[in-house]
């Protein structure tokens, strides 16, 4: 049994995500070491995770539902790390993929890493370009989609190796040192697919209306509410207008992201700048079957 690695996510009723979650790192690191928080205790999800550590949870809607999920993550990250060497924490939409040029899976890279150290894979948007992009998603999402834009808020301190407080979201560590490793990348799915978009928001947007607080009332994130949520289908017709940069050569985004790295005023969490940058990338054809 491996104890190189661990994933952790938590989730309520997001199928299809966790079908993503669990073939990515069911199959990487085996379910024995893959942890599911199991908010609501919904059929669906516990059959989905048989084979991982299924933990059910209740489902009762609440204000401070972010600052909640985060307690938890944050102490189960520091529990596990008293039996693996690394674990990798998120939302159940994000996967973090290490380039197939480096030789390595996330595994193997994970397992040649000797130095506990806290890693901040840069952030990409997974889209779906629907003036290009008629495919549906199967068994895997790259391939059918190739395009991605540049997510420097979704570039989060997600592997740990020794333990470190995260910020509610995950999007901050206490950790002063930033290590952003040229092959690692954190792929966030929630543009991947028009409609599972439309389906994830409408979900969403009923456990606001359930919790019935405006959002300067609660820690859940304003992208949860129905009046921050927008046209769908502009959302995504927006992609195209977004300038498409050449090549795949991100490594002036780490560059800048540790030029402009500090304290977070007087947190002890630490930061770089997010900027929107507004540019979208074609990812190479290495990538395509991953996830």
Same mark, same amino acid.
């Given at each position: ?8 996510? $938590? ?16 199959? %990487?690191?085996? &379910? ?7 908010? /609501? ?6 059959? $989905? ?19 909640? +999920?985060?307690?938890?993550?944050? #102490? %189960? ?33 994970? @397992?040649?890493?000797? +130095?506990? +150290? ?5 952030? !990409? ?10 495919? @549906? ?7 059918? +989609? &190739?395009?991605?834009?540049? !997510? ?31 092959? !690692?990348?954190? !792929? ?12 994830? %928001? ?18 859940? /994130? ?11 289908? #502009? ?7 977004? @300038? @498409?940069?050449? /090549? ?8 800048? $992201? ?34």
């Amino acid at each position: 049994m491996q104890t190189i690695a661990a994933a952790v996510t $938590m989730v309520r009723d997001d199928a299809f995500f966790l079908d993503k979650w669990l073939r990515y790192y069911g199959e %990487m690191f085996g &379910r024995e070491n893959c942890y599911v928080i199991n908010h /609501g205790r919904g059929d669906t999800v516990a059959k $989905m995770a048989e084979g991982c550590n299924v933990i059910g949870l209740p489902g009762d809607p609440h204000p401070a539902f972010e600052r909640k +999920r985060w307690r938890l993550l944050n #102490a %189960m990250v520091t529990g596990l790390l008293g039996y693996y060497a690394h674990v990798v924490v998120g939302d159940v939409d994000e996967l973090v993929v290490v380039d197939p040029d480096s030789g390595h899976t996330l595994l193997s890279w994970l @397992e040649a890493k000797k +130095r506990p +150290r806290v890693y901040t894979p840069v952030g !990409l948007d997974v889209i779906h370009r629907i003036d290009r992009e008629e495919a @549906e998603i199967g068994s895997h999402v790259l391939g059918p +989609r &190739r395009h991605v834009k540049l !997510l420097p808020h979704h570039s989060k301190p997600c592997i740990l190796g020794k333990p470190a407080q995260l910020s509610r979201g995950g999007h901050f560590a206490k950790a002063e040192k930033l290590n952003t490793p040229d092959a !690692l990348y954190l !792929l966030h799915l929630k543009f991947c697919d028009f409609g599972q978009y439309v389906e994830a %928001m409408n979900r969403r947007n009923a456990v606001i209306e359930e919790i019935g607080v405006g959002v300067r009332d609660t820690s859940i /994130g304003r992208h949860w509410f129905a009046e921050a949520r927008g046209e769908d289908r #502009a959302v995504f017709d927006g992609f195209a207008r977004m @300038e @498409e940069r050449d /090549g795949f050569d991100l490594g002036w985004l780490r560059a800048e $992201m540790q030029q402009s790295w500090q304290p977070r005023g007087e947190t002890g969490f630490w930061q770089f700048d997010r900027p929107d940058y507004g540019l979208q990338y074609q990812l190479p054809e290495r990538f395509f079957g991953l996830i």
